[in-house]
Structures are given as structure tokens and as C-alpha cells.
């Protein structure tokens, strides 16, 4: 049995298809190509593949992984020309390699943000910044029974740099993946809390990259 860590994108519409869903695809396409995927035991056996760090629906990534177990000894480039069509358009397979290192290692998330404005507002990008470097970062989190509460997320939620191209702002951040888990959605609801005029009319997310605690990129 080989354990084998993939790294894939996923771009476009297939960002509307939820985690689940996502399992399930990838399930198909390792039948589809001919891949034998060990399966857990018991009454309902599943493929035994994870995808750490869901994302939410209508995020896209570059950055995402796949570890799963597979029966057999299959070169990792010829699993990469296995798998290449027979994922549907949005996905794409970018690496195959041994898996090396533990998920509970990624402690942050590089993340991209597409800001679309009426008018973007003057010194936008220092004034952003200057939000996430207050004492607190307060922001509004519903809880698993329905109730929100709020949370404070400095040194959880770092600046990265905030660039203007064609009439497009683009705001890039460090969040922490785990222990806590800041969702990038708490990254509006703090401009929303201490400068509405900076909150966008529009805005989209992309993952980049994935970083240990040291800022290592993860594998």
C-alpha cells in the first residue's frame, strides 16, 4: 500500500461544489482511471482519502490536498497522467508525492482577496492594515448552536500586502488554519466593525498557498 500526497487547484464553478461532493468526485475519477484506492472496513467502507482545511463553497484554491492510500506501486508522475482526464474542468492535479508530514502541521493559510469598489476609498491599502494591527480584532462568530459571540483575532489574522490593478484591489493575508480556524469571511466582518467605507461592493477569495508555523511552505 502506498500513502501519496496530492496537490491540486480548484478554480471556476467547481468552486460552488461543496466538500462532500468534492469526495465524492475524486472517488469517481480514481475509478475512472483505473486507480485502486484502499477501502476502510466495517458495514459502509469508504475510500480511504482526506482533504484537510475544507473549503467553503464559492472559495477557490491553489493550494489544497489530497492524502490517500492506494493498493498498489504507481509512479507519481503516471498517477498525475492517470488522473488528467478524468477530473472535470476546474480541478487540476499540479503534484504527486509521499506523504511526509502530518496536516495538524499547517497553522496558516495564504489568501488572496479580490476587492471591487464603486470607489475605492482613499489609502485604502494602509488603512486595512492599520485595522489588523489594533490592540483587538473584534469580530462576530455564530456558533455551532445558532448563537454568536464575539472573538478576538489578533496575531490571527496577519496584513500581507494590498495592491490596485485595473480598477481591481487585491488584498493579500495570512490566516490562521487551525487552533484557531479564522475564516476569511472574519476578515470583512473586521473591516465591517472599524471602517465600513473599506468594506468592498464585491469580493471573491482564493487560497495560495499552504505555511507551517515557521512560514515553510507545507508538503
Known sequence: MEKKRLRFQKTGNIAFVS???????????????GIALKYSEGFNPRPVMSSPLPLSVGQESLCEILDISIKEDIPDDR????LKNALPEGIVITECYDQLLKTSLIKWIGVKFRFIYTEVPE?????????????????????????????????????????????????????????????????????????????????????TE????EFNVFR
Do not use: W
Request: net charge negative.
Open 79 to 82: 498517477i498525475l497522467e492517470m
Open 210 to 213: 499552504l505555511y507551517d508555523r
Open 123 to 207: 489609502n485604502c491599502g494602509e488603512k486595512i492594515k492599520a485595522v489588523f494591527e489594533r490592540e483587538n480584532v473584534i469580530v462576530r462568530k455564530r456558533t455551532k448552536s445558532g448563537a454568536f459571540t464575539d472573538t478576538d483575532i489578533k496575531g490571527n489574522a496577519l496584513f500581507g500586502s494590498f495592491d490596485i490593478r485595473d480598477e481591481e484591489c487585491f488584498l493579500n493575508m495570512y490566516l490562521s488554519a487551525q487552533e484557531p480556524t479564522v475564516n476569511p469571511v472574519f476578515v470583512i466582518s473586521a473591516l465591517e466593525n472599524y471602517d465600513p467605507d473599506l468594506v468592498p461592493d464585491f469580493y471573491s477569495v482564493t487560497r
Open 19 to 33: 466538500h462532500l461532493d468534492l469526495m465524492h468526485t475524486f472517488s469517481r475519477a480514481f475509478s475512472r482511471a
